[in-house]
Nanobody, 128 residues
Framework: QVQLVESGGGSVQAGGSLRLSCAAS????????MGWFRQAPGKEREFVTS????????GYADSVKGRFTISRDNAKNTVYLQMNRLKPEDTAVYYC?????????????????????WGQGTQVTVSS
């Protein structure tokens, strides 16, 4: 069983930055592809970004491309989401997710159904 714990959420004005962290428990957590998803009130959960287990490949939703950066430190079993130039429409609960298998260390996954473990979420609020 893998536990994911997000941190770093908060409130910020439009144009500001936040850095989210997701700490994964378990000895094999560094072998998991990871992703970030978000869910705004009244909306479905949506893909934000993902990263392969090696960290060598990443994917982004068009809405965050060029503003958000995902990275990972496998020695710390932690994935990060650097969010710059935040917009009010980025307001949501952000969830970290992990997939326990992968076809290769360079695979990343953009669909929520591809993930096996989820964190509790951290709130990000961007005011205009």
């Amino acid at each position: 069983q893998v536990q994911l714990v997000e941190s770093g959420g908060g409130s910020v004005q439009a144009g500001g930055s936040l850095r989210l962290s997701c700490a994964a428990s378990g000895r094999t957590a560094s072998s998991y592809p990871m992703g970030w998803f978000r869910q705004a009130p009244g909306k479905e959960r949506e893909f934000v970004t993902s990263i392969s287990s090696s960290g060598g490949r990443t994917g982004y939703a068009d809405s965050v491309k060029g503003r958000f950066t995902i990275s990972r430190d496998n020695a710390k079993n932690t994935v990060y989401l650097q969010m710059n130039r935040l917009k009010p429409e980025d307001t949501a609960v952000y969830y970290c997710a992990a997939r326990k298998t992968s076809l290769s260390s360079n695979m990343y996954y953009n669909s929520a159904v591809s993930y096996d473990y989820w964190g509790q979420g951290t709130q990000v609020t961007v005011s205009s």
